[in-house]
């Protein structure tokens, strides 16, 4: 028995059928997640961040202080960027970021938060997880929690 239409297919516009239900949840993944990107660009915008600055900052702040290499930023960063002495030599340029190259390993460069970049990250997080909450609306806490350990299963079979 052929499926309904999806509303991916609405979307998407696409009159033909998905060639299987899981060509059809790939696609509704990357849909979702580049409605998620835009939406969360669109809300940083007004701070003058990037997504991917934020999420910089975030990995930063757990870092505590200590700092952490800039190599371990890239592995951490939520998308992979190829740019990353870029991204943070814009993030130094606005003063939310320090870099220090490591006495022990000349070749080492070490990234702290600075105190701009604490105070925008502890303004941010109230309204952060307002917009988190407000981006899953749709979903139950039971539900949100499925999402999460089917998501890690999707994840886990990639590694």
Do not use: W
């Amino acid at each position: 028995m052929a499926r309904k239409t999806s509303r991916l297919q609405e979307e998407l516009k696409q009159t033909k059928p998905f060639s299987s239900i899981y060509q059809e949840a790939s696609l509704s993944i990357l849909k979702t997640a580049d409605v998620f990107r835009r939406d969360t660009a669109r809300f940083l915008e007004p701070h003058e961040i990037t997504p991917q600055q934020y999420n910089v900052l975030r990995i930063l702040r757990g870092a505590g202080a200590e700092g952490i290499p800039t190599l371990a930023i890239g592995e951490r960063l939520l998308e992979e960027t190829p740019g990353m002495t870029r991204l943070l030599d814009r993030m130094e340029f606005k003063g939310l970021v320090r870099r220090v190259r490591c006495e022990k390993d000349r070749r080492q460069v070490l990234c702290y938060l600075t105190e701009v970049g604490a105070r925008l990250l502890a303004s941010l997080d109230p309204l952060v997880a307002e917009m988190d909450q407000k981006m899953a609306a749709g979903l139950t806490p039971d539900e949100a929690e499925t999402l999460v350990e089917l998501l890690e299963k999707i994840r886990e079979t990639r590694q």
